[in-house]
């Protein structure tokens, strides 16, 4: 089944390797197959990447992207144990993510990555 994107004018979305970016009006397309795909908004670069949070978000996210876990399993783990050391209570969101991964529902684990960045987040404005 397709999926159906609407960009607003100027915003991008990755797909794999490849940004798109949209005109200056508001578009709409479907997309057809299994590239991995992510919204500019939903993505974190090298350079924000400046907690153990977003770190571990930015190495599963090129894992996605690049469709190859097996080359940035090693900073996966070392990502994760950082995550684990500076977050010591969130341990079943991070074994829910882990457990993501391993089974290679990378977009899922994203998803829950997402929420980490968000009390961290909190807990930084705290």
Known sequence: MPLRVELKPFERIVIGETVLINSGTRTSFLIDGDAPLLRERDTVS??????????????????????????????????LKELRQAHPDCSEAIALINAHVSAGTLYKALKEIRKLIKREAARLAA
Not at 47 to 70: G, I, W
């Open 46 to 79: 090298a350079e924000t990447a400046n907690t153990p949070a977003k770190r571990l978000y930015h190495c599963v996210q090129t894992m996605y992207l690049k469709s190859d876990v097996a080359r940035y399993r090693a900073a996966y783990i070392g990502h």
